[in-house]
């Protein structure tokens, strides 16, 4: 199971605001996007899961300079689209694993959430791709995060 | 906007388990993957948004074909997490904008989303990573959404 891993990588400037409470109909996503993007805010993640009852939240991280600005910016929207409020936390870090093929072969999220869990770490939020698994965590604890997860997969610090 | 994004991918065997409620306590996504890891599962994509008074929901998603079995493995874990409960929906597809370097330069998500909302098609969830922006969708959109995600980043259908 270590073999696909080629890499653990962590972001440690990272603040998110969640949209809490949307109402899951269409035109929403976009409303919120296009409002970021008007005011030249640069996205990095952005998590929605499925809704229950047609509400859903709609969370997305920025730099933590940026967190200030997007909150102003995501204020009124809150309010046009019938949200039920904004939330923010501006002391968050990202660690990922990074490989290929990880999907095919079982135990790479398994593992990764394992060590996370055996270092006390919480996961805040978790998004994925074909080559990566993020988990969103307190930031401090990326240190803690990256050695345990380069030790879990077997990889020299510095990987 | 439209220059980074190289290509448009879609997955239409897409099929996803949410556990309702779960705990926002450390081992929790750690007792869940092993349960589907050990039942030798291949998770396509997790989506876990931020807890709201300590309890979220966490999704995966899994091919249609191994739903049924990840229910089945799922269920007894549900229990043991105290998480609410389990559902499912077997009719789903992912679609995906995909290119590098989206995330320094604002308006990906918010062109990709427009073309979705102005196309009548509801996002049900989104995932991000550096190179890759996903929604899933319901299945019978994906032909829609392919086409209209080609021509909002002025692609070629088949890129
Ligand atoms: C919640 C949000 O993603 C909504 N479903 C939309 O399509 O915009
Ligand atoms: C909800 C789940 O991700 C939990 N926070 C954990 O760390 O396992």
Request: hydrophobic share 45%; aromatic share 4%.
């Amino acid at each position: 199971v270590a073999k696909k891993v080629r890499g653990i990588s962590q972001d440690v400037n990272v603040a998110k605001v969640t949209v809490v409470g949307v109402p899951d109909r269409t035109g929403v996503a976009s409303a919120i996007f296009d409002a970021l993007a008007r005011a030249n805010i640069s996205i990095d993640t952005i998590v929605q899961n499925a809704s229950i009852n047609r509400i859903t939240d709609l969370t997305f991280t920025v730099t933590k300079n940026d967190l200030t600005k997007a909150m102003k910016v995501i204020d009124p929207v809150v309010k046009s689209i019938g949200a039920r409020e904004c939330t923010s936390d501006s002391k968050l870090a990202s660690v990922s694993i990074i490989g290929a093929g990880m999907q095919s072969v079982p135990g790479y999220a398994a593992k990764m959430f394992r060590a996370l869990y055996e270092a006390g770490i919480n996961i805040e939020l978790i998004t994925t791709s074909e080559i990566r698994i993020t988990c969103i965590i307190d930031e401090s604890k990326a240190g803690d995060a990256v050695r345990v997860l380069h030790r879990a997969f077997e990889l020299e610090q510095g990987a």
